[in-house]
Structure formats: C-alpha cells, structure tokens
C-alpha cells in the first residue's frame, strides 16, 4: 500500500497517509478544513512511486473498459 504525502495550504501541516491504490485522494484538511495539496516524496520514493503510478493507472483503465463492457451488455440483455 502506497504512502501519499499531503499538505494543508490552510495550517501548513504535512502529513503522510497510507491509502490502498483505489481511494480517493484526500482534498480537505481535517483540523482546519483547508485545501490538500498532493506532494511528490523524494527520489528513492518516486522511482517507486512510478511503478504503481503506471500500475495503478493501467489497471484503473483496464478496469473502466470492464466496466464499460459490463454495463454495455447489461443495456443490451435489458
Ligand atoms: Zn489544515
């Protein structure tokens, strides 16, 4: 499971979450309600943060053209 660094353009504070692939990045800061900025982590961080980026999109791309599939011969049976 990937770590997301975030932080707060409200309070400043930056903090790192563990969040599984599929969830929603966070956009609201939780003490103060301010607005969520998505950091890039440091190098070694990134080389493998690729990897699950391409992962990770290939797979959300795959999954959307199944799910279009789906949907499509769901219209079509109904
Ligand atoms: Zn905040």
Redesign the pocket.
């Known amino acids: 499971m990937p770590i997301y660094e975030y932080k707060?353009k409200?309070?400043g504070?930056q903090f790192e979450v563990w969040q599984k692939i599929t969830e929603e990045p966070l956009k609201v800061?939780k003490?103060?309600g301010?607005e969520l900025i998505k950091l890039i982590s440091e190098s070694g961080f990134i080389l493998k943060g690729t990897g699950w980026y391409v992962t990770d999109y290939a797979r959300k791309e795959m999954e959307k053209k199944e799910k279009q599939k789906k949907e499509k011969e769901s219209v079509e049976k109904n």
């Open positions: 707060c409200g309070c504070k800061c003490d103060c301010g």
